[in-house]
C-alpha cells in the first residue's frame, strides 16, 4: 500500500422515520466518497445512534417522529402543520428522546447492535470500502455493558474490530459506561488508532496507538458548542504530529436530542464541528499539517484526501526530529516517568499527611516568612523608556505610544480570524449533500 484516498464525513444529526430511509441516506454519502476514490470513510461520533430511534414504539417516540419530520426543509406543509402540533403534544407529554433511548437500552441493547452492525457492515460491504462507523450507545461485544463504541468494517462487511470512549464527557454519563483501553484495529488500508470525543486531549492515548503500530489516528467528535470543537481540532492536529502519523477528525452537526436537559430548561445547544483530513506539517501546503476542512460549522459535506505512505516513511528517516525512530526510547523514559507519578499523592490533602523529610510542602516558607517588603524584593528589571525606542526618539511623541496598540501589533488585532457567526436556521443553510439525490 503506498497511496490512499480517505473521505471523511461531516453528518448531520436528525431522526430518520425508519432504517430504510437511514440507509438512503448514509448511502448518498459512501456514493460520494466513492466517486472521489476513497477507500476509508470516516464517520463522525454518536451519529450511529440515528440506528435507534426507528426501533421504538409507542406514542412518544411517534411524536418525536412526526414533530422532527416536520421540521425538514423539505417538509410539505401538512407536514409542517402536523409537525408543529405533535411538537406540542411531545412538550405537554414531556416526551424526550434521551429518557427513550435509554429504556430501549435497557430492556433490549441487542436490537440496537443489530441494527448498527448490519447497517455499516452492509454499507462497507455494498461499496467495497473500509469503514470507520460512527460511534452510538451500544453493548459492547466483549462483555455487554453499554459504551460509546465505534466499530470498524472491512470490504466485506466484517467486523474488523471496535474501540469504546474511555473519557466520557458530561453528556455521556447515564447512558454509557467508560471503556478501558485502547487498541489499533488493523485493517487493508493499514493499522488504525481510533479515538472518541475527549480521548484525543491526551497526548498518551495517541502516542499508546503510535507505540502500538498505528500508521493512522482517527477521532470522532460530538461538540454541543463552539469551544469544545475548537478543543477537540487542535488535539487532534497535535496527535497526529506528536507522532507523525496521517490523521482525520469526523465531526457530528445539527440537532442535539440526545443531550442533557439544561438545568435552566432551555433547549439544547445543536452540535458543531469542521471535519478536517490531516498529515504530518513537512507533507501539507504551507506546513499547517491540513490537507482539507470544511468550511462551515453547520452542514454536511464529505471530504477527500490522498495520504502518501512512501512519502510518510520517508519522512521518519529524513526528518529533522525523528520522532518516530526515537519513539521506543521515548517511550521507555515515559514510562518511568508515569511509575514515578503513580506514587505521588493525588491531593493536597494526601500531600500534607506525608513524612517531613519526603514531603514537597515542608520546603515551602511558612507563615511568618512570607511577610517581605518591596524594597526586600531582587529587581529583576526596570523600565526606562518606552518601546520602540527608535520612534520615540525620532518622532518625539514617545507618549502616544500606548500600551495598547504595542499589544495590538505584536498580537496582529486587525488580523485575527472572524469569530464564529451565530448559530443560523436550518432553512437558511445550504449544504453540499443537498443535491445528491
Not at 436530542?257 to 452540535?271: F, K, S
Not at 528517516?317 to 514510562?335: F, G, Y
Request: aromatic share 6%; net charge negative; glycine share 8%.
Amino acid at each position: 500500500m503506498d497511496k490512499i484516498t480517505v473521505a471523511c464525513i461531516q453528518q448531520k444529526m436528525h431522526l430518520p422515520q425508519d432504517l430504510a430511509e437511514y440507509r438512503a441516506d448514509l448511502d448518498r454519502f459512501a456514493r460520494v466518497a466513492q466517486a472521489k476514490n476513497a477507500r476509508l470513510v470516516i464517520f463522525p461520533e454518536l451519529a450511529g445512534m440515528m440506528v435507534v430511534p426507528p426501533l421504538l414504539v409507542g406514542g412518544k417516540a411517534n411524536l418525536l417522529k412526526r414533530t422532527a419530520l416536520g421540521q425538514r426543509r423539505s417538509a410539505s406543509l401538512w407536514q409542517k402543520l402536523s409537525g408543529s402540533m405533535a411538537g406540542t403534544l411531545a412538550r405537554w407529554a414531556k416526551a424526550d428522546l434521551r429518557t427513550l433511548v435509554s429504556g430501549l437500552l435497557d430492556t433490549t441493547p441487542e436490537a440496537a447492535w443489530t441494527a448498527y452492525a448490519e447497517t455499516f457492515g452492509g454499507l462497507a460491504k455494498q461499496f467495497g470500502l473500509t469503514v470507520v462507523a460512527p460511534s452510538a450507545y451500544l453493548p459492547d461485544p466483549a462483555d455487554g455493558v453499554i459504551r460509546n463504541l465505534a466499530g470498524v468494517f472491512g470490504p466485506s462487511g466484517e467486523l474488523l474490530g471496535t474501540q469504546a470512549k474511555v473519557i466520557l464527557h458530561r453528556e455521556d454519563v447515564g447512558l454509557a459506561e467508560p471503556g478501558a483501553t485502547w487498541d489499533v484495529i488493523s485493517t487493508e488500508v493499514g493499522r488504525i488508532g481510533l479515538m472518541l470525543g475527549g480521548d484525543v486531549l491526551y497526548p498518551e492515548v495517541g502516542r499508546l496507538l503510535a507505540y502500538q503500530g498505528a500508521e493512522i489516528l482517527i477521532a470522532q467528535g460530538a461538540a454541543p458548542d463552539v469551544i469544545l470543537y475548537n478543543k477537540l481540532r487542535s488535539a487532534m492536529l497535535a496527535r497526529m504530529q506528536d507522532n507523525q502519523l496521517f490523521g482525520a477528525i469526523s465531526f457530528v452537526v445539527g440537532s442535539n436530542e440526545l443531550g442533557q436537559q439544561p438545568a435552566d430548561g432551555g433547549e439544547r445547544t445543536a452540535y458543531v464541528g469542521k471535519s478536517a483530513i490531516f498529515a504530518p506539517q513537512e507533507l501539507t501546503p504551507r506546513y499547517s499539517g491540513v490537507l482539507v476542512e470544511m468550511g462551515n460549522h453547520r452542514s454536511e459535506g464529505v471530504l477527500a484526501a490522498e495520504w502518501d505512505f512512501v512519502a510518510l516513511k520517508a519522512l521518519w528517516e529524513s526528518s529533522d526530529t525523528p520522532i518516530r525512530n526515537q519513539l521506543p526510547q521515548a517511550s521507555q523514559a515515559l514510562a518511568q516517568l508515569y511509575q514515578r507519578l503513580q506514587s505521588l499523592p493525588r491531593s493536597m490533602d494526601e500531600m500534607a499527611l506525608l513524612p517531613a523529610e519526603s514531603n514537597p510542602l515542608a520546603a515551602l516558607p511558612g507563615p511568618a516568612e512570607e511577610a517581605h517588603s518591596l524594597d526586600e524584593l531582587p529587581v529583576l528589571a526596570s523600565v526606562t523608556a518606552r518601546w520602540p525606542l527608535d520612534m520615540a526618539h525620532a518622532a518625539g511623541d514617545a507618549d502616544d505610544l500606548g500600551h495598547e496598540t504595542i499589544l495590538a501589533d505584536v498580537i496582529g488585532g486587525e488580523d485575527e480570524a472572524d469569530p464564529v457567526p451565530p448559530p443560523r436556521n436550518e432553512a437558511d443553510e445550504t449544504d453540499e449533500m443537498d443535491v445528491i439525490p
